[in-house]
């Protein structure tokens, strides 16, 4: 204990010395933990992200409710099939004194001529827009005579008046107006509902063919006007199918279990044509009908979804996947900041960037379901951007740094946005660009003193020199 002024003072306690002259003060500085620090917050982060991607798939599925109830108005998802000819018929009965039984034969035209040309609009449901359309079929079949050795070898009785000819209509609330069958004399001849071919148990229309010879070839014309929406397709029935598609939407999705042979896709829509043989279907020319031959008929269908090419919740949910990675680099783009400026940032301050940054996704799904997902990104990246700049530019007291970080973001925002749009090489470039920034991170880091024992060493050294023995 010394004296001054005649007052007793008394020296603090030096904290306890590690090895190597370390205290544990310095120790908590260490570059090394806190990089450890900083990566154990950037995985915390993960938590929010994921809330955030739960939030996207209830907008989303709110979104498809919308489309939903808008079809369930206006006409669904649409598949033609047919014409048919449906012909009852009563087979013997093998027992004597027994009732014959009834089954009802399904024909197949030889040769089917299908058109479709839809006009497309969009429907709106509170913030939703949903593609919908107005599409003309047109139907052109010949039937040969029904041939009923092709079913069974029983002799059968056929019941020609009970014969019909069968159209399948995926969601018969689309129908409009009148639809009639035009037979090879000119007669006319009115549908009426129920009693489809093959699509749906039996959802459909059907015309009676009363007084019509089936016993020679049959031709028919069949004109449908159908609304519908997000997509339309027609069965292939037919032993030889040519079908053809036109639409003045731009962005087709071609599906179903056939390509089109051609298409042409330009600014003022599309055309498709396919052609079918009935050799590429599970599916005979006559058969005994029964409802498990409604899923044959589907999965033969061919034609185009109205794709909407943006889909801001796929667009989303693909950006919330890139974040943990994004949330790293710009910690680490931090971090070094503040090795630049010799400071010590908290781990709270960290957390607030962090924070930041996951607020960006939430304002891009939000604002993307008004304006859009570019002109959303862009604003939603821009509000991040001079946030996060004029942040970190205040906590380390220099406004320079903190426009070199939102340089750094605003390129990292415009390389993810990038990655985003181009799905085909998407894997490609954020592969080269991890390598990149890893490469970058690796040589700018490779004189840190990351342990800081050196530097512990040195002030140790340079502030405490040895005292002079009390002899000397």
């Known amino acids: 204990m010394s004296q001054e002024h005649g007052q007793p003072t008394e020296s603090r306690p030096e904290p306890p010395i590690l090895s190597l002259g370390i205290t544990p003060r310095r120790f908590g500085r260490s570059p090394g933990l806190k990089f450890f620090v900083i990566g154990f917050l950037a995985l915390l982060l993960l938590i929010p992200l994921m809330f955030v991607s739960s939030l996207r798939g209830e907008r989303s599925a709110t979104a498809n409710l919308a489309a939903r109830e808008i079809g369930d108005a206006w006409g669904r998802e649409q598949i033609v099939g047919g014409p048919a000819l449906l012909v009852p018929y009563l087979v013997p009965p093998k027992i004597a004194n027994a009732a014959p039984t009834r089954e009802v034969a399904v024909f197949l035209p030889d040769d089917l001529q299908a058109s479709s040309e839809a006009q497309t609009e969009i429907r709106r449901r509170s913030i939703f827009d949903v593609p919908v359309y107005r599409s003309k079929v047109g139907l052109t079949a010949r039937f040969l005579p029904p041939d009923f050795k092709a079913i069974t070898s029983e002799t059968v009785q056929p019941l020609w008046n009970e014969a019909v ?31 489809g071919a093959g699509i749906r148990d039996g959802n459909g229309i059907h015309a009676a063919l009363r007084g019509i010879d089936l016993t020679k070839p049959l031709a028919v014309e069949v004109g449908l006007d159908l609304n519908g929406s997000r997509s339309l397709s027609i069965v292939p029935l037919a032993k030889n199918s040519a079908l053809r598609m036109s639409s003045n939407w731009q962005h087709p999705s071609f599906s179903g279990a056939h390509l089109p042979d051609d298409r042409v896709i330009d600014a003022n829509g599309f055309s498709a044509s396919w052609r079918v043989s009935h050799l590429a279907r599970n599916l005979p020319l006559a058969f005994t009908y029964d409802k498990r031959a409604d899923v044959t008929f589907l999965a033969g269908a061919v034609g185009a979804r109205f794709y909407q090419p943006v889909d801001l919740y796929q667009l989303v949910e693909r950006a919330i996947k890139y974040g943990i990675l994004f949330v790293g680099a ?14 010590n940032l908290h781990a709270v301050q960290y957390t607030l960037v962090g924070f930041a940054l996951v607020l960006f996704y939430v304002l891009l799904l939000s604002l993307a379901e008004h304006l859009g997902f570019l002109t959303a990104y862009l604003t939603a990246a821009a509000a991040t951007t001079a946030l996060i700049a004029l942040y970190i530019g205040l906590v380390l007291r220099s406004f320079a740094r903190g426009a070199v970080l939102g340089l750094i973001l605003a390129t990292g925002y415009g390389l993810v946005y990038a990655l985003l749009k181009s799905e085909d090489f998407a894997l490609l470039a954020g592969a080269i660009g991890a390598f990149v920034a890893l490469t970058a ?20 050294v340079t502030s405490d020199p040895a005292q002079p023995s009390a002899s000397a």
């Not at 910690?331 to 400071?343: K, N």
């Not at 991170?441 to 140790?460: H, P």
């Open 330 to 343: 710009v910690f680490l783009a931090v971090f070094g900041l503040e090795l630049v400026a010799r400071d």
């Open 165 to 195: 000819l069968a159209v399948g209509v995926g969601d018969v609330r689309g129908l409009k107006n009148r639809a009639t069958a035009q037979i090879r004399d000119g007669a006319a001849i009115e549908f009426e509902p129920t009693l």
């Open 441 to 460: 991170l690796m040589l700018g880091t490779a004189r840190v003193n990351w342990s800081g024992l050196g530097d512990g060493v040195a002030k140790s």
